[in-house]
């Protein structure tokens, strides 16, 4: 493990972190003819200088490590608020199938700039050519929280396009082409149609006894 990136570009995936207060912002782009565009931005809450609050709009995200893997790579976070903890673990990986299309130059190029690491980059050689997978990367968020008591709310929010509707309470269409999906024994997604924005969430808490750690799991595509 290592300090994370600001961020991480794998094929057609691009995941960001932003600083924000005391914590960091997350955001995952899809590039669509040509351009990356976001398909899920955390909500966080606004800063003013007063104490942020003790149940956040998304997890206070403040501790962040970083890992690359043969397949991709692995975002580990945590923080605090009030009483509680939390812990994300977001992995970005090549599905296990693709559809192959498109040249480049060097199967597998690791291309570095400031504050960003490139997995899968091509590379403008005359050299001879060769095809690798042009597709999305999986980006699976595995989230959890140690509860001191009944959260007012728990779960992750965040602006999504204005494309976006719910399938079903498990299954997002975030733009043509690209889902969002939840791990149905965990977690169930809505969309606030008050404030325009996706609802992430896990299944109703029945505990009587606390502390209790609680998870809900997603991913896209």
Request: glycine content about 6%; overall charge neutral; charged content about 25%.
């Amino acid at each position: 493990m290592r300090a994370a990136p600001e961020a991480y570009v794998a094929e057609r995936t691009r995941f960001k972190r932003e600083p924000r207060g005391d914590r960091f912002m997350h955001v995952v782009e899809i590039m669509i003819d040509g351009q990356y565009r976001p398909v899920l931005e955390s909500v966080e809450p606004a800063f003013d200088g007063e104490p942020a609050a003790d149940w956040p709009p998304s997890p206070p995200l403040k501790d962040w490590h970083f890992e690359e893997r043969a397949a991709g790579a692995a975002f580990m976070a945590v923080g605090a608020a009030g009483k509680s903890h939390w812990s994300a673990a977001i992995e970005i990986a090549r599905p296990a199938t693709d559809k192959v299309s498109g040249t480049v130059f060097e199967s597998e190029v690791r291309g570095r700039e400031s504050g960003l690491v490139r997995h899968g980059a091509r590379h403008t050689s005359a050299s001879t050519k060769k095809t690798v997978p042009d597709t999305f990367y999986r980006v699976r968020f595995d989230v959890a929280a140690r509860l001191a008591g009944t959260p007012r709310f728990l779960g992750s929010r965040y602006q999504c396009p204005a494309t976006c509707r719910c399938i079903d309470a498990t299954c997002v269409a975030l733009l043509p082409g690209v889902s969002l999906q939840c791990d149905p024994a965990t977690t169930r997604v809505h969309l606030d149609e008050s404030s325009g924005t996706l609802v992430i969430e896990p299944l109703p808490i029945s505990a009587t006894a606390w502390p209790q750690t609680i998870r809900w799991r997603y991913w896209i595509p």
